[in-house]
């Protein structure tokens, strides 16, 4: 057995806490080699020493009241104090979470729907029908079949875009 495991053991022997199958090849060790035993005289000779000093020791005359003095002219934090602590960790919480929904806003804003011609007229309080109303209303009818023929056309461009 190595000096640093003995001295493990020699530990565990001082305060009681050594096993049996341990102490048979402490008690070899300690045989073989005299720094383990001298060691273990010494740990024997401190704690006979503590032992023997267990008791508590007395506070100086004055104590009780030199600390109860103290205690009393020691300022009390006031509610201000106490508040401002407060205020100071709540802030940046309160900015983190304000940041964090603002920047919720913009990442899930819907994007702007594009309108047809009908629906703008709508939006500006005009009537879709008015613009058809004056081809039906016009005098010669080829100027209005060319008009609605026209307007037919368009009317397709413009499906075929919004599939494309």
């Known amino acids: 057995m190595k000096c640093r495991k003995a001295e493990k053991l020699i530990s565990k022997l001082v305060d ?55 205690l009393a002219s020691e300022a009390r934090p006031s ?35 594009k309108y047809s011609q009908a629906e703008m007229l709508l939006f500006q309080n005009q009537s879709p029908l008015k613009e058809t109303q004056a081809f039906f209303e016009e005098d010669k009818p080829e100027s209005r079949q060319l008009k609605l023929l026209f307007a037919g056309l368009e009317g397709q461009e413009a499906i075929r875009r919004g599939k494309q």
């Open 79 to 113: 509610v201000w104090a106490v508040a401002e602590r407060w205020y100071a960790a709540a802030v940046p919480v309160f900015l983190i979470i304000t940041t964090i929904l603002v920047g919720a806003l913009f990442l899930f804003q819907p994007s702007p729907k």
């Open 16 to 70: 009681g806490r050594l096993e049996e199958k341990s102490l048979a090849r402490l008690q070899a060790h300690l045989e073989a080699c005299p720094s383990c035993t001298h060691l273990l005289k010494d740990y024997q000779s401190m704690k006979q020493l503590l032992s023997e000093s267990r008791m508590e020791p007395e506070p100086l005359a004055n104590f009780t009241e030199w600390f109860r003095a103290r």
